[in-house]
């Protein structure tokens, strides 16, 4: 009976909202790729930033709350709350052209 109840509460575990969704975005001539980027409603996300250039990058959004450096030729990754539906705007604060949008639905 024991086992039982462990596996049911490890299935129910596995399949909970509680893992987080992942992004991923890519700086190259200081344009994002995608430009609008897609998540999931009410969960927990990692947003990854790949920087293609030879120069840094400024990773920003006041909508999501977070800004972080991205080293030229390297990667970050952010851990972002869990959000409701809507458009959140991101841009590179060092080449403000650079913008784009996550969309969560």
């Not at 039982?4 to 700086?27: G, R, Y």
């Not at 709350?65 to 991101?90: C, D």
């Not at 052209?97 to 639905?105: F, H, N, P, R």
Request: net charge negative; glycine share 2%; hydrophobic share 50%.
């Amino acid at each position: 009976m024991k086992t039982a109840v462990a596996l049911s509460f490890i299935a129910l575990f596995a399949a909970s909202p509680l893992c987080a969704a992942e992004v991923t975005l890519t700086l190259k001539n200081n344009a994002f790729s995608p430009a609008e980027a897609h998540a999931p409603a009410n969960q927990p996300l990692t947003i990854i930033v790949k920087n293609l250039d030879a120069t840094a990058a400024e990773f920003e959004s006041k909508t999501l709350r977070v800004e972080k450096v991205v080293p030229p030729n390297g990667q970050v990754s952010m851990q972002v709350r869990a959000l409701n539906p809507g458009r959140y705007r991101f841009m590179d604060d060092f080449h403000q052209d650079a913008i784009g949008e996550l969309v969560v639905e």
